[in-house]
């Protein structure tokens, strides 16, 4: 099966850019996500990448996909406060009639003022 | 569309008290997939339907039980609560990426 790690804790200033870094296991993860919570909230998808591919670029985000080290990263530009939340990376493999979602710990990202 | 619907938002069960967890897709999705969610954890899947009529276990099944009703339904039963099943419980289905619901806070006292 799949594990999934991240990092517990980011603070940025606002302004500033944030990486948020993530590292899988299993190699057949084909759809790898990145899913925002805020407080008291449900999840909510930020962007995904498959893996035949290196990097996505959607507005202030870009996904960056190391296949050979197994990392994936979440890079958001000019940070605000209101980026402020918990993001979790996923994986799933691509085979299955259900592809089963794999979650990190999740990453506390603190933008300060 | 709603996506993803859950009912309750808020539950205080007694230990030992049952209840179900109502989950409901309007995307015509055929996963769906019931996760909990503690502190530090992330989240980790209890059961999952791949379609309707079918239901797997997943990470953490134990004290659960779950039903795909139709395609649109698919519920979570705690039989007998215990105070480890306090969590937030998120339901999703699967299309293209995946959508959640907007969870349950259950507290088991």
């Known amino acids: 099966g799949e594990d999934v790690e991240q990092s517990l804790f980011l603070s940025v200033r606002e302004g500033d850019s944030s990486v948020i870094n993530c590292t899988y296991t299993d190699s057949s993860s084909t759809y790898l996500y990145w899913y925002k919570q805020e407080p008291g909230a449900g999840l909510q998808l930020l962007t995904y990448?498959?893996?035949?591919?290196d990097m996505k670029q959607d507005q202030r985000l870009t996904v960056l996909l190391n296949k050979k080290d197994k990392h994936l990263s979440l890079r958001i530009a000019d940070t605000q406060t209101g980026d402020s939340a918990i993001y979790f990376c996923a994986g799933a493999p691509s085979s299955g009639s259900a592809r089963q979602l794999t979650f990190g710990s999740g990453t506390q990202l603190t933008v300060l003022p | 569309n709603a996506g993803v619907t859950q009912t309750p938002k808020f539950q205080v069960l007694k230990t030992g008290q049952s209840m179900t967890l109502q989950c409901a897709q309007d995307m015509n999705h055929n996963s769906m997939y019931w996760y909990r969610q503690d502190p530090g954890m992330g989240l980790r899947l209890i059961y999952y339907s791949a379609s309707e009529g079918t239901t797997d276990k997943g990470e953490v099944p134990n004290g659960y039980n779950v039903s795909r009703l139709n395609k649109r339904e698919f519920s979570l039963r705690l039989e007998s609560a215990a105070p480890s099943q306090t969590s937030v419980y998120f339901c999703a289905s699967q299309g293209e990426g995946y959508t959640f619901g907007s969870g349950t806070r259950l507290t088991v006292v």
């Open positions: 990448i498959f893996s035949n591919m």
